[in-house]
């Protein structure tokens, strides 16, 4: 079965570091979305992308962040500049772009901890 | 402002014990409601998806159900491997509710 894939399943940074987080979509898919869920906390939309442009974004993704799909098959969440409360866990996921396709498919998640 | 609102926070029930899981939603122009699973340390699975009241969808032990206002997801005799947080949204995009994080024990 098709799946999303992303790496690293777990990263250690620094305060003040920049980090990159991958995700490799289903192959016909054409929808991605980035989700942050602190531990304990409920799973936060953070945005979603679409041809290549950010279709919609929530308050927390602020300047700090960015997406890019630098290749056709890789899909990246960028920190700039990590604080300890960008700890969480980085959820990728991913829609096919036809008409009623509603099911997304999410990845494992990376693991994100900042010290 | 399309929104969920889940209910209870957790629920905890004893092998076979039969109960619902609750999703309140308001929304501007429904274009389903979308029920998912997930698994401590892992992503969401995708279970069901409604589209007008009435409607319901069945999986194993799972019904979810829908009205004009809310959601019900149905667990009839439930077992340890059905123990998850369940989650509700509205729109495409995702935004789920809080979660209702159900334990059955054996």
């Known amino acids: 079965e098709p799946e999303v894939t992303q790496t690293p399943s777990h990263q250690v940074t620094q305060m003040g570091q920049e980090v990159i987080l991958r995700c490799v979509p289903i192959?016909?898919?054409?929808?991605f979305y980035w989700y942050r869920q602190i531990l304990g906390q409920k799973v936060e939309f953070l945005v979603s992308f679409y041809n290549n442009e950010i279709s919609e974004k929530s308050e927390i993704f602020d300047d700090q962040f960015s997406v890019e799909r630098p290749d056709g098959s890789n899909f990246t969440l960028k920190i700039r500049s990590t604080k300890l409360e960008d700890s969480a866990m980085y959820f990728c996921?991913?829609?096919?772009?036809?008409?009623?396709?509603?099911?997304?498919?999410f990845g494992a998640g990376s693991r994100l901890t900042v010290l | 402002e399309d929104q969920v609102t889940q209910s209870p926070e957790a629920l905890r029930l004893q092998e076979g014990e039969s109960s619902s899981l609750n999703c309140s939603y308001t929304?501007?122009?429904?274009?389903?409601l979308f029920w998912y699973r997930q698994d401590p340390g892992k992503g969401p699975e995708f279970l069901f998806t409604l589209y007008s009241a009435g409607e319901e969808k069945e999986k194993e032990r799972l019904k979810a159900t829908l009205t004009k206002k809310e959601s019900f997801l149905h667990i009839t005799a439930p077992k340890p491997e059905d123990s998850a947080t369940y989650l509700c949204?509205?729109?495409?995009?995702?935004?789920f509710g809080a979660g209702t994080r159900l334990t059955v024990k054996p």
């Open positions: 929304v501007s122009g429904l274009r389903g």
């Open positions: 949204a509205v729109r495409l995009d995702m935004r």
């Open positions: 996921a991913s829609r096919e772009d036809v008409a009623g396709a509603n099911v997304l498919t």
């Open positions: 192959s016909n898919h054409l929808y």
